[in-house]
Structure formats: structure tokens, C-alpha cells
């Protein structure tokens, strides 16, 4: 008698993605590709229903399909049902008011996209979700780095961080979402990981006003690499390891996003050095560039720890209508000078 067994196939790690804009799009693309089940929140019905009829995201990504293995929801407890990762894939300042409506399932872990600092609290994404959800740090994950969403989602070689206080959770976040294209590694500074997304936004703003006001390569260096000093004072004050900031969370997504015309922080202060208000350039764009709200949270964070942050304070009284682009620039030259490392 001759007997026969099968192995049944290991049933796929599903991951519900919180938001179908650029980022949580090109991010489903990559669990998708990792081998996950990946259930797409939006928060429009109609184009959650376009998306599994036409397969695309047309808002974002109207020439490329997206795979089978995502799913798109329009309520947002079907999506999260049995999900292992709950991925935060909305804006910074709208996601207390999302998480105060949702119930996350038990044990799934959850983890922060947004780059940016609550307004009126100066708490990070992380603290804020612990603070709404009541979920302990072991199991609040963020994802940061030099992470383009068109180029992501075109599968375009990249890494990215994984971060959380407990090293199982960002191993087991690496797992699902490590591939050919992208490579992501584990981190445990949350802190660190965290700081240098937020911040970087707002010194991208400060270079696209210089590339807007016709500076060169010089001018944007300087900036780009005294924003990224002023981000390591920062760091230091609020306990982040400084070598997180020379890593990919830091320099790279520092680099990345100061450089590239598909930065919408960069697009942005372009707009503002070529003489556009920030009520004309928001009204002209569907993506939120999320330095605009983060400047002065981050700007009264530095002033709460007493850290010196001059940069981010000239793109927030540019951004408040205070100074012009112009004199930012003026502003930012003329300071006293001092040591490199003060």
C-alpha cells in the first residue's frame, strides 16, 4: 500500500494598510511582493471599489497594476480583521482622530508611516499612537528612510529602517516586508528613527526655497548638511543615538528627500523661493507635504529642550507668513560665527 501526504501551504501573514495615498500604496506594493495578504483601507468607498475592479490606484499610480494580493477596504474594521501589522499610511496631524474611531485587533502590532510631530502636543507618531490605543511600545513599530513612493512602487532598488523597542517586533515587521528590491533593516532607537523623518521634511522645504530662489549646489549642501546638524542636537536632547542619524533614517532620507524633484517637501519650497504663497501651492497639490504642519511642532519641541535649531525656525516663520524666502536666506547667512560643532 503506498501512502500519500501534502503539506498544506502556510497561510499568508495578512497586513492591513491604513490609507491609500502614494505611500501606503507603493508600501502595500512591497508586502504584496513579500508574500503577504494585504488588506488597503481608504477612506473614500469609491475608490476602494475602483481599486479591486480596475486593479490601480488611478489618484496615484494610474500605470501600474496592483497585484492580486491586495485588497482594498472601505471600512476600516473589515480591513484590520486578523490582521498581523496594522500600517499607518495617513498623514501625521489626521491620525488621532482615525485611531480614536478604530478599534485595533488584539495583539497585532501597529506600525507608524507619517513623518511628523503632533501639532499642540510635540508628541512623535509613536507616542501618540501609545497614548490613544494604550498598545505598549513592544508592539508600536515605525517604518522611515529614503523611501520615494514612485520609486518604491516601481520596484527600484531602496532599504528602509524598521524600528521598535522590541528587536522581535522589528525583526518580525522585516520579515514582511524584506524583498529583492527592498531592503530593510532592523532598528531599536524608535527616538532616533523617528526625529530624523520628521525633520527632514522641514529642511527640505529650506532647500527647495533655495533651489526655487535660483541658489546652487553649494547653498543647497550647506543647508542639507547643517539641517542634518541641527537635527543631531535634536536626537541628543530627547535620547536618540546619534548614529542612527548618519544611517539610512537620517542622512539617507535627509538626502533623498533635500534632492529629489519627487519630494513633495522639496516641490514644495520650490514653489515658495519662485514667489508662490503656501495657500497657493497647498491648493494645487492632493498630497500633503508634511513638513508645512510639522515645522513649528518641531520648531517648539527644540525651544521645550532648549536646542538651537535655526534652520527649522526660518522655514516656520516662512511658512507662517513672518519672513520671505528672501529673508530667510539673509537671516540664515548673517548669524555669528561659530565652531562647526557648538
Same mark, same amino acid.
Given at each position: 500500500? &503506498?501512502?500519500?501526504?501534502?503539506?498544506?501551504?502556510?497561510?499568508?501573514?495578512? @497586513?492591513?494598510?491604513?490609507?491609500?495615498?502614494?505611500?501606503?500604496?507603493?508600501?502595500?506594493?512591497?508586502?504584496?511582493?513579500?508574500?503577504?495578504?494585504?488588506?488597503?483601507?481608504?477612506?473614500?468607498?469609491?475608490?476602494?471599489?475602483?481599486?479591486?475592479?480596475?486593479?490601480?490606484?488611478?489618484?496615484?499610480?494610474?500605470?501600474?497594476?496592483?497585484?492580486?494580493?491586495?485588497?482594498?477596504?472601505?471600512?476600516?474594521?473589515?480591513?484590520?480583521?486578523?490582521?498581523?501589522?496594522?500600517?499607518?499610511? #495617513?498623514?501625521?496631524?489626521?491620525?488621532?482622530?482615525?485611531?480614536?474611531?478604530? @478599534?485595533?485587533?488584539?495583539?497585532?502590532?501597529?506600525?507608524?508611516?507619517?513623518?511628523?510631530?503632533?501639532?499642540?502636543?510635540?508628541?512623535?507618531?509613536?507616542?501618540? #499612537?501609545?497614548?490613544?490605543?494604550?498598545?505598549? $511600545?513592544?508592539?508600536?513599530?515605525?517604518?522611515?528612510?529614503?523611501?520615494?513612493?514612485?520609486?518604491?512602487?516601481?520596484?527600484?532598488?531602496?532599504?528602509?529602517?524598521?524600528?521598535?523597542?522590541?528587536?522581535?517586533?522589528? &525583526?518580525?515587521?522585516?520579515?514582511?516586508?524584506?524583498?529583492?528590491?527592498?531592503?530593510?533593516?532592523?532598528?531599536?532607537?524608535?527616538?532616533? @528613527?523617528? /526625529?530624523?523623518?520628521?525633520?527632514?521634511?522641514? #529642511?527640505? /522645504?529650506?532647500?527647495?526655497?533655495?533651489? *526655487?530662489? *535660483?541658489?546652487?549646489?553649494? $547653498? &543647497?549642501?550647506?543647508?542639507?548638511? +547643517?539641517?542634518?546638524?541641527?537635527?543631531? +542636537?535634536?536626537?541628543?536632547?530627547?535620547?536618540?543615538?546619534?548614529? &542612527?542619524?548618519?544611517? /539610512?533614517?537620517? /542622512? *539617507?532620507?535627509?538626502?533623498?528627500?533635500?534632492?529629489?524633484?519627487?519630494?513633495?517637501?522639496?516641490?514644495?519650497?520650490?514653489?515658495?523661493?519662485? *514667489?508662490?504663497?503656501?495657500?497657493?501651492?497647498?491648493?494645487?497639490?492632493?498630497?500633503?507635504?508634511?513638513?508645512?504642519? $510639522?515645522?513649528?511642532? #518641531?520648531?517648539?519641541?527644540? +525651544?521645550?529642550?532648549?536646542?538651537?535649531?535655526?534652520?527649522?525656525?526660518?522655514?516656520?516663520? @516662512?511658512?507662517?507668513?513672518?519672513?520671505?524666502?528672501?529673508?530667510?536666506?539673509?537671516?540664515?547667512?548673517?548669524?555669528?560665527?561659530?565652531?562647526?560643532?557648538?
Amino acid at each position: 500500500m &503506498t501512502s500519500t501526504s501534502s503539506t498544506a501551504a502556510a497561510p499568508r501573514t495578512k @497586513v492591513a494598510v491604513m490609507g491609500a495615498g502614494s505611500w501606503g500604496t507603493a508600501f502595500s506594493l512591497v508586502l504584496a511582493d513579500a508574500g503577504c495578504e494585504v488588506a488597503l483601507w481608504s477612506h473614500h468607498a469609491d475608490q476602494a471599489e475602483a481599486i479591486n475592479r480596475e486593479r490601480i490606484n488611478s489618484a496615484f499610480f494610474p500605470d501600474l497594476e496592483l497585484p492580486d494580493a491586495i485588497r482594498a477596504y472601505a471600512d476600516a474594521q473589515q480591513a484590520m480583521e486578523g490582521a498581523r501589522f496594522v500600517v499607518l499610511a #495617513i498623514p501625521s496631524q489626521a491620525l488621532r482622530e482615525n485611531l480614536a474611531r478604530w @478599534v485595533i485587533p488584539a495583539e497585532a502590532a501597529v506600525v507608524s508611516l507619517a513623518k511628523g510631530i503632533e501639532l499642540g502636543t510635540g508628541l512623535r507618531m509613536s507616542q501618540l #499612537i501609545a497614548e490613544v490605543t494604550q498598545i505598549p $511600545s513592544d508592539r508600536i513599530a515605525v517604518v522611515s528612510g529614503p523611501n520615494l513612493a514612485r520609486e518604491i512602487a516601481e520596484r527600484q532598488p531602496a532599504a528602509t529602517v524598521v524600528a521598535c523597542a522590541s528587536e522581535d517586533t522589528a &525583526t518580525a515587521l522585516q520579515r514582511v516586508c524584506h524583498t529583492a528590491r527592498f531592503r530593510a533593516y532592523t532598528n531599536t532607537d524608535v527616538i532616533g @528613527v523617528e /526625529l530624523g523623518g520628521a525633520t527632514k521634511n522641514v #529642511i527640505a /522645504l529650506a532647500v527647495g526655497m533655495a533651489v *526655487g530662489f *535660483g541658489l546652487g549646489d553649494n $547653498s &543647497t549642501a550647506s543647508v542639507i548638511t +547643517r539641517g542634518l546638524a541641527e537635527t543631531i +542636537r535634536l536626537g541628543d536632547a530627547l535620547g536618540a543615538h546619534p548614529y &542612527t542619524f548618519s544611517g /539610512l533614517a537620517g /542622512l *539617507g532620507d535627509l538626502v533623498a528627500t533635500c534632492s529629489s524633484p519627487l519630494s513633495r517637501n522639496r516641490t514644495f519650497g520650490e514653489g515658495l523661493g519662485r *514667489g508662490r504663497t503656501v495657500a497657493e501651492i497647498a491648493a494645487s497639490t492632493r498630497q500633503v507635504a508634511e513638513g508645512v504642519k $510639522s515645522c513649528s511642532s #518641531i520648531r517648539q519641541l527644540a +525651544r521645550d529642550h532648549g536646542v538651537e535649531m535655526p534652520i527649522v525656525e526660518a522655514v516656520d516663520a @516662512v511658512i507662517a507668513e513672518q519672513l520671505t524666502p528672501r529673508d530667510m536666506i539673509e537671516a540664515l547667512m548673517s548669524r555669528s560665527a561659530k565652531p562647526e560643532r557648538y
